[in-house]
């Protein structure tokens, strides 16, 4: 193994997420075809940043990146228990 190996997967999905804008669509393709994840994989981590409330899923495979006040304004109308 050398000192300069490739990064991890995580590491490029880190990369790909950073680069999102407020408003752009980012699909379960792009992450797998620019990180090698599994579909699955790239799958659980969006819907996670949706239920999160930085991403809003707009199909099967689709999600948009929301704005931090759209985040703020999506978690303040969620129930508190």
């Known amino acids: 193994m050398t000192s300069e190996s490739s990064p991890s997967p995580w590491d490029r999905l880190q990369d790909v997420l950073a680069t ?3 408003g752009q669509k980012v699909t379960v393709d792009r ?3 620019e990180t090698g994840l599994s579909a699955e994989a790239a799958r659980m981590v969006l819907d996670g940043l949706a239920k ?3 991403f809003r ?3 099967e495979n689709v999600f948009v990146r929301l704005s931090r006040l759209q985040s703020l304004i999506g978690l303040s109308a969620l129930p508190v228990s």
């Open 20 to 22: 999102v804008k407020r």
């Open 31 to 33: 992450i797998v075809d």
């Open 52 to 54: 999160a409330g930085l």
């Open 57 to 59: 899923r707009r199909s």
